[in-house]
C-alpha cells in the first residue's frame, strides 16, 4: 500500500477545529482525512516554507481560504507535491457564499486535483473534478453500544436542521400526519439554530423538543435513542448524519437528495416534498418487523462505503489519475 505525507492548510486553526478533531469518536466529514493519512494539519503561515515536503497539500474551498490558495498554488508550481482542493458547500448555497463564479473557477484551475463530496455537487465544479465523500468511522459506529430499553424509544422520532436550508416545517407535518394516523409521538428537531431559521416564530409549536447543537458523540447518543429519524434535507449534500444512522443501526427515511440516504437507505428515500411517500414508508418503519429489519441489514452492509479503507482507495486512485495527467 502507498504510503503518502499529506497536510491540510487553514488559514487559521480554531478552537472548533480542534474540538471536533479530538472527538471520539472523530466527527464525520472533511478533517478524518488527517486520520485516513495519519497526516497533520495546519495554519498557512506555520506550515507555508515546509509544503514540498509533503505528497499532498489539501485546502478546502471556503471563501476565507481563497488568497491563501493563490499563495500555495504559487509555491507549488514548480514542485512534485499536488495541489488538492475540495469544494464543502451543497451547491445551491454557492451563491450565497459571495464568491464571483469566474474566481471560483479560476482558483480550481490552479489545483492539480480537484474534489466534491457528492455527484450533483461535483457536477457544478470543473470538468475532471472526482467525486470523494468524506471519510467515516463506520467501523466504531458499528460497534457501538448504548444500554436502552426499546420500549423507551417507542414514538420518539427526531429530525435535523440544516442552517445553510433554514427549512424545518415539512418533518413536522409529517409527524402531524402520522399522530393523524394513531402514532403517540415525542417530536424533537436537532441542531436548530433560530437565526437561519425560516420558521422561527412557529418553532415552539411544531416540535415538543427543540435542541441546539450538541457535540458530536453527545448526538450519536441522542440518535439511539429514536425509534426514527428523519433526514428531509431538500438540497444535494452527501450527508454525513445518515452514514451515522446506518452504521448505528437507527431507522431513518428521508431526502433521495442526500447521497448517503439514497445510498444506505435506497428503499427508505423519497422526494422530500413526497409527503405521500413519506407517510407510508415511516408508518412500515413505526410498525417494525422484517421488512425493517431487511432495509436495517442493508443499511448496515452499504455504510461501510464511507468507511477509512474504501474512502483511501477512492482518493488515491483519483490522486494516481491527476498526478500522471499533471506530469507530477
Not at 36 to 55: A, M, N, S
Not at 152 to 166: A, C, I, R, S
Amino acid at each position: 500500500m502507498t504510503k503518502i505525507k499529506y497536510l491540510h492548510v487553514c488559514t487559521k486553526l480554531t478552537q472548533a477545529m480542534k474540538d471536533s478533531m479530538s472527538f471520539i469518536p472523530m466527527l464525520p466529514g472533511m478533517y478524518n482525512w488527517i486520520n485516513v493519512f495519519q497526516g497533520q494539519i495546519g495554519p498557512y503561515k506555520l506550515v507555508k516554507d515546509k509544503l514540498e515536503d509533503y505528497d499532498v497539500v489539501q485546502i478546502n474551498m471556503s471563501p476565507v481560504d481563497f488568497p491563501m490558495i493563490m499563495e500555495v498554488a504559487r509555491k507549488l508550481k514548480s514542485s512534485s507535491t499536488m495541489l488538492v482542493l475540495n469544494n464543502d458547500y451543497v451547491a445551491e448555497h454557492w451563491g450565497e457564499l459571495g464568491i464571483n463564479p469566474t474566481q471560483y473557477d479560476e482558483t480550481q484551475r490552479m489545483a492539480d486535483m480537484t474534489f466534491g463530496t457528492e455527484p450533483y455537487q461535483t457536477s457544478c465544479m470543473i470538468k475532471g473534478s472526482y467525486c470523494l465523500p468524506h471519510p467515516h468511522r463506520v467501523d466504531l459506529l458499528k460497534n457501538y453500544r448504548l444500554d436502552i430499553n426499546e420500549e423507551d424509544k417507542k414514538g420518539k422520532v427526531g429530525t435535523l436542521f440544516h442552517w445553510w436550508e433554514g427549512e424545518m416545517l415539512l418533518p413536522s407535518l409529517l409527524f402531524k400526519r402520522l399522530e393523524e394516523d394513531g402514532h403517540k409521538l415525542d417530536t424533537h428537531i436537532y441542531a436548530y439554530d433560530s437565526k437561519f431559521s425560516k420558521s422561527q416564530h412557529w418553532a415552539k409549536v411544531l416540535y415538543d423538543h427543540i435542541h441546539a447543537g450538541y457535540k458530536y458523540p453527545t448526538f450519536i447518543k441522542e440518535l439511539m435513542t429514536l425509534q426514527l429519524f428523519v433526514e428531509n434535507c431538500s438540497y444535494h449534500t452527501y450527508g454525513r448524519t445518515t452514514v451515522d444512522t446506518a452504521a448505528l443501526g437507527v431507522p431513518t427515511i428521508g431526502s433521495n437528495r442526500v447521497f448517503s440516504m439514497k445510498h444506505c437507505f435506497p428503499n427508505m428515500s423519497y422526494d422530500p416534498a413526497d409527503m405521500k411517500s413519506a407517510i407510508e414508508i415511516a408508518n412500515k418503519v413505526l410498525k417494525g418487523g422484517k421488512w425493517l429489519e431487511e432495509q436495517m441489514s442493508i443499511a448496515r452492509d452499504k455504510c461501510d462505503y464511507f468507511n477509512y479503507d474504501n474512502s483511501r482507495e477512492r482518493f488515491m486512485k483519483a490522486f494516481n489519475e491527476s498526478k500522471k495527467r499533471v506530469g507530477k
